[in-house]
T-cell receptor, first 114, second 116 residues
Framework: EAGVTQSPTHLIKTRGQQATLRCSPI?????VYWYQQALGLGLQFLLW???????NRGNFPPRFSGRQFPNYSSELNVNALELEDSALYLC?????????????FGPGTRLTVT | AQSVTQLDSHVSVSEGTPVLLRCNYS??????LFWYVQHPNKGLQLLLK??????LVKGINGFEAEFKKSETSFHLTKPSAHMSDAAEYFC??????????????FGQGTILTVHP
């Protein structure tokens, strides 16, 4: 079974630009979660998508947004990039119908804002 | 609201000696608890999970954790450390209810160093 995949592995942007990060969940998983792991701030919940809808978001400004496609893959968009957006962005997926809360994580996208 | 406190930011052990990584949690609902490990420049790997079944949970690579409701603790242990265990470990809680479904709250992490 293929795991969660994320692309790109690394992304370098300049302040003010937009970044797009992509995530493909494990086959059969319908929920996708995004997390930010910034130096000194730990892992923080960003967004949760399930069945194409945004179900919950963490304490992040609206310039962090995303969507989930019919095939359950997901995209995270970060607009008007700021230096402090530099972080490892992790995507995770879950099979809600299993009743399990166990999330499977991808390898992450490292975003560097200069 | 849920929260997790990992009591040690760094733990250093010698190879072959026991490992203890401490975690306390707070949750409004019946929580699910997890330990994840992250090796340098890698994603997160699930070590073990507690979901209201047996209070002593066995995971991969010889790790185990005991859920103690009275102490609101979920400490991670391993009888004998291996060099490959050197990594950062995260204690995680997930509430079962409503819009928090599946939302994970992470502790700040404990970096485990294993000396030869």
């Amino acid at each position: 079974e293929a795991g969660v995949t994320q692309s790109p592995t690394h992304l370098i942007k300049t302040r003010g630009q937009q970044a797009t990060l992509r995530c493909s969940p494990i086959s059969g998983h319908t929920s996708v979660y995004w997390y930010q792991q910034a130096l000194g701030l730990g892992l923080q919940f960003l967004l949760w998508y399930d069945e194409g809808e945004e179900r919950n978001r963490g304490n992040f400004p609206p310039r962090f947004s995303g969507r989930q496609f019919p095939n359950y893959s997901s995209e995270l968009n970060v607009n008007a990039l700021e230096l402090e957006d530099s972080a490892l962005y992790l995507c995770a997926s879950i099979r809600r119908t299993s009743g399990s809360y166990e999330q499977y994580f991808g390898p992450g996208t490292r975003l560097t804002v200069t | 609201a849920q929260s997790v406190t990992q009591l040690d930011s760094h733990v250093s052990v010698s190879e072959g000696t026991p490992v203890l990584l401490r975690c306390n949690y707070s949750s409004s609902y019946s929580p699910s608890l997890f330990w994840y490990v992250q090796h340098p420049n890698k994603g997160l790997q699930l070590l073990l999970k507690y979901t209201s079944a047996a209070t002593l949970v066995k995971g991969i690579n010889g790790f185990e954790a005991e859920f103690k409701k009275s102490e609101t603790s979920f400490h991670l242990t391993k009888p004998s450390a291996h060099m490959s265990d050197a990594a950062e470990y995260f204690c995680v809680v997930s509430d079962a209810g409503g819009t928090s479904y599946g939302k994970l709250t992470f502790g700040q992490g404990t970096i485990l160093t294993v000396h030869p």
